[in-house]
């Protein structure tokens, strides 16, 4: 009897079991099927909006292509979301010599020579006209990504990294860095007419930003741009500009201020040691200081070979 007993019971057990694996196993591929389904959908409209992101890129206004990035980014992957970012830049910049004709139309250009003060927000300049045409053309501007910028007498618009920043979030490291790179140039470019408008101490933390960018990244998508720029910048410290040279036109000594510039950053040994760019900017340094700060036959040797025009 009490064999029998225990019998029934492991048999009621054995069941209780068996009931509840079989819930268990039918409710886990439900979930996960609508989890599947969830993802793919997801998925699918992702690919949807990346594709039609690069159809309107090609086809379409800059502007209109960058508020539909805009509003669906989100939406896509981190290298979707990547590529549509360089892909908007790219066509920034292929739309930009059109819309600096349009600027250049008279009618456009000395109003707005008479109306933008430089620096200013193109929102500001927006509010400051009641011209519609000037008004249209200015907001396709604003909305296309670009700012208003002055020089030599003229009004034309560059790129504003500043509205690439809400995409950040969502993008690769490397172009979030470069973006933030960029963000700097657009907002305060260093030279107009010719003349550096920045303090060179400046002209060097660029570099040192831009160098860090390659050593991190050296295989990004914007490496090679960047180098291009550290090139540049290289250049000023090597060269100056035509109005605003390394050295004084009237006694071929270096400018004081570009003396101070290097003297701060290079006491920082530890600095130096740790950068191709500042070891060499040092080299530079030792060169003028040894033919007291003045540029003669030796001073433009070295540069010559040291940092080539060509």
Same mark, same amino acid.
């Given at each position: 009897?009490?064999?029998?007993?225990?019998?029934?019971?492991?048999?009621?057990?054995?069941?209780?079991?068996?009931?509840?694996?079989?819930?268990?196993?039918?409710?886990?591929?439900?979930?996960?099927?609508?989890?599947?389904?969830?993802?793919?959908?997801?998925?699918?409209?992702?690919?949807?909006?990346?594709?039609?992101?690069?159809?309107?890129?090609?086809?379409?206004?800059?502007?209109?292509?960058?508020?539909?990035?805009?509003?669906?980014?989100?939406?896509?992957?981190?290298?979707?979301?990547?590529?549509?970012?360089?892909?908007?830049?790219?066509?920034?910049?292929?739309?930009?010599?059109?819309?600096?004709?349009?600027?250049?139309?008279?009618?456009?250009?000395?109003?707005?020579?008479?109306?933008?003060?430089?620096?200013?927000?193109?929102?500001?300049?927006?509010?400051?006209?009641?011209?519609?045409?000037?008004?249209?053309?200015?907001?396709?501007?604003?909305?296309?990504?670009?700012?208003?910028?002055?020089?030599?007498?003229? $009004?034309?618009?560059?790129?504003?990294? /500043?509205? +690439?920043?809400? =995409?950040?979030? &969502?993008? #690769?490291?490397?172009?979030?860095? @470069?973006?933030?790179?960029?963000?700097?140039?657009?907002?305060?470019?260093?030279?107009?007419?010719?003349?550096?408008?920045?303090?060179?101490?400046?002209?060097?933390?660029?570099?040192?930003?831009?160098?860090?960018?390659?050593?991190?990244?050296?295989?990004?998508?914007?490496?090679?741009? $960047?180098?291009?720029?550290?090139?540049? /910048?290289? +250049?000023?410290? =090597?060269?100056? &500009?035509? #109005?605003?040279?390394?050295?004084? @036109?009237?006694?071929?000594?270096?400018?004081?201020?570009?003396?101070?510039?290097?003297?701060?950053?290079?006491?920082?040994?530890?600095?130096?040691?740790?950068?191709?760019?500042?070891?060499?900017?040092?080299?530079?340094?030792?060169?003028?200081?040894?033919?007291?700060?003045?540029?003669?036959?030796?001073?433009?040797?070295?540069?010559?070979?040291?940092?080539?025009?060509?």
């Amino acid at each position: 009897m009490l064999k029998s007993k225990k019998s029934a019971i492991a048999a009621i057990l054995a069941l209780i079991l068996s009931i509840q694996t079989s819930v268990i196993a039918s409710a886990a591929p439900a979930s996960q099927t609508g989890s599947n389904a969830v993802s793919s959908k997801a998925t699918a409209f992702g690919n949807a909006v990346y594709n039609k992101a690069n159809k309107l890129l090609k086809e379409s206004d800059v502007a209109y292509a960058k508020s539909y990035i805009t509003k669906h980014i989100r939406s896509v992957t981190a290298y979707q979301a990547t590529m549509l970012v360089l892909k908007l830049e790219n066509a920034m910049n292929d739309a930009l010599p059109a819309k600096t004709d349009k600027v250049y139309e008279i009618g456009i250009q000395d109003k707005l020579m008479n109306l933008y003060k430089y620096g200013e927000p193109i929102n500001t300049t927006i509010n400051k006209t009641k011209d519609e045409t000037l008004r249209k053309v200015l907001i396709n501007l604003r909305d296309s990504g670009y700012r208003l910028h002055t020089t030599e007498g003229v $009004v034309f618009p560059i790129i504003d990294y /500043t509205t +690439l920043k809400p =995409y950040k979030p &969502y993008i #690769n490291k490397d172009i979030q860095a @470069y973006i933030d790179i960029m963000v700097v140039e657009s907002e305060k470019p260093a030279v107009s007419d010719a003349a550096l408008v920045i303090p060179w101490s400046e002209v060097i933390d660029r570099g040192l930003t831009q160098e860090a960018f390659i050593s991190a990244y050296p295989k990004s998508n914007r490496t090679a741009d $960047v180098k291009l720029k550290l090139r540049f /910048t290289e +250049l000023s410290l =090597y060269y100056g &500009y035509n #109005n605003t040279p390394l050295f004084k @036109y009237e006694d071929n000594l270096l400018d004081p201020e570009v003396r101070q510039a290097f003297d701060k950053v290079l006491k920082d040994s530890d600095a130096v040691s740790k950068s191709p760019l500042l070891k060499k900017l040092k080299s530079w340094s030792d060169v003028l200081e040894s033919n007291k700060d003045k540029l003669n036959q030796e001073v433009e040797r070295y540069r010559a070979k040291a940092v080539p025009i060509e």
